[in-house]
């Protein structure tokens, strides 16, 4: 078998074999396919697609090039998130105990942040002592007792998808929905998951900015998660502005501790309802969403989400005072309020510029070596569809520094605000399921 003969095959518009794709896979994780091959490999697949088999066997292919995440010792119906990011996205810190609440085991494998703000980890590290440095066993057995534990990734899962990832990201190949899909397939399928809930995010703050573009990238993931015996929803949810009101470390803690009580954003809640919902139908723990949404609602009103949070942060070395006082987590020294510079309706937050102002001050990683300042951040007063008067704050600057005009500066060209009245964004576009 010859690479030059898969590339012209794909490049013809032919389907790859299993064998092909193997070959292919194999030997550039290995460094047997050299990097030009590669790269026009993807430029192929990046002109003339792949259909389901194929995808669902380079991702097969992926998962099988590095360690895979045996949780067979769990008890019950393991179900995983994955959202494809967005600005203020508190889900999971929700998600977790939430679902956890009603017995559904939730194994969480999460990573650092790159970008706006910190990754599910350091948004839990806000909360003092707490940490993710336990043995498989322990976590394991945590699982098990409390049904929610997470976990740092782990070095070798997929290394073909990384080494692969980091190519397209030069060649111009990023953009591609199967290898968009197998990429992200490939890790939550290795994480050893029985079931997978996604939220595929669509708009200006997401990867995928228009709708088709991300209900196409939503139905490659269902029918990949299925093809290969996963159980597969998804949510294309809306990220045209941020996600709920808090965009920063410990103002996120904060606001999914407020939203576990039930009192958080109403997108915020609206969303996590929905994809709660999902995961508690795909573990077998209600037979209808309806019926799941409603549990969920019960465990926000009576405290046992909220409890379950506390349970989950003790066990992982975190103060589990932080759910009734949020001050035991690090503070900004500085508040600064960005006024209105006249009155009118929020007609525009573009999500992903109020994402690098967070940035600006210290909230996220510029690269891999920057340390996160968890205290600072943003706090929303206004959101699209809102009445604002002139002088009235539309968001609350959280910093450490003396200095922020350069953020105001930032914050003010990326937030509109019109004479007409405009109506908040549709929140949840489209679900997807494996029917």
Same mark, same amino acid.
């Given at each position: ?30 460094? #047997? ?55 203020? @996205? ?27 703000? !910190? ?64 990429? =992200? ?13 996604? @939220?595929?995010?669509?708009?200006? !703050? ?5 709708? /088709? ?10 029918? =990949? ?26 103002? /996120? ?12 954003? #109403? ?16 573990? !077998? ?5 309806? /019926? ?17 949070? !506390? ?12 759910? #009734? ?46 340390? =996160? ?18 002088? #009235? ?11 922020? /005009? ?30």
């Amino acid at each position: 078998m010859r690479m030059y003969d898969i590339i012209a095959k794909k490049r013809d518009g032919y389907a790859l074999t299993k064998e092909e794709i193997d070959f292919f896979v194999e030997g550039y994780t290995n460094g #047997e396919v050299p990097d030009y091959q590669a790269s026009a490999l993807c430029m192929a697949i990046f002109f003339q697609d792949m259909n389901d088999e194929e995808r669902a066997n380079i991702t097969t292919a992926m998962v099988n090039s590095g360690d895979t995440i045996d949780l067979s010792p769990i008890e019950g119906i393991k179900v995983d998130k994955h959202s494809t990011g967005g600005v203020g @996205d508190t889900t999971t810190l929700i998600l977790g105990p939430l679902v956890a609440s009603l017995d559904v085991p939730v194994a969480k494998m999460s990573g650092r942040g790159l970008g706006h703000t !910190g990754g599910t980890i350091d948004k839990l590290e806000a909360v003092p002592g707490f940490h993710v440095e336990i043995d498989k066993s322990q976590f394991i057995d945590l699982v098990n007792s409390n049904k929610l534990s997470v976990i740092g990734q782990t070095g070798n899962l997929t290394p073909a998808d990384k080494k692969l990832y980091g190519l397209r990201d030069v060649t111009a190949t990023v953009n591609s929905i199967p290898l968009i899909a197998s990429s =992200i397939m490939s890790k939550k399928i290795a994480a050893g998951a029985d079931a997978i809930v996604l @939220d595929v995010k669509t708009g200006a !703050g997401a990867f995928m900015k228009s709708l /088709e573009d991300s209900k196409a990238l939503a139905e490659a993931m269902v029918r =990949i998660g299925n093809h290969v015996g996963r159980n597969t929803m998804a949510v294309i949810s809306d990220m045209n502005q941020p996600l709920g009101r808090a965009i920063g470390n410990a103002l /996120e803690v904060e606001e999914a501790i407020e939203t576990l009580k039930g009192n958080g954003p #109403e997108d915020l809640t609206e969303l996590c309802l929905t994809l709660g919902s999902q995961m508690v139908v795909l573990a !077998g723990k209600a037979d209808t969403l309806d /019926e799941a949404r409603q549990k969920l609602e019960e465990n926000m009103k009576n405290g046992k989400a909220l409890e379950k949070f !506390g349970t989950f942060l003790k066990s992982q070395g975190g103060d589990e005072r932080v759910v #009734e006082d949020p001050s035991v987590m690090p503070k900004a020294s500085k508040q600064f309020e960005l006024n209105a510079k006249k009155s009118g309706y929020v007609s525009d937050i573009v999500a992903d510029e109020l994402g690098t102002a967070a940035m600006m001050l210290g909230a996220g990683r510029a690269t891999k070596e920057s340390e =996160i300042d968890l205290a600072v951040g943003l706090y929303l007063n206004k959101k699209v569809g809102d009445y604002v008067e002139e002088g #009235e704050s539309l968001l609350t600057i959280y910093a450490n520094q003396d200095d922020v /005009e350069d953020v105001k500066e930032k914050l003010y060209a990326n937030i509109t605000i019109s004479d007409e009245k405009v109506s908040a964004p549709t929140l949840i576009h489209n679900m997807v399921t494996g029917e």
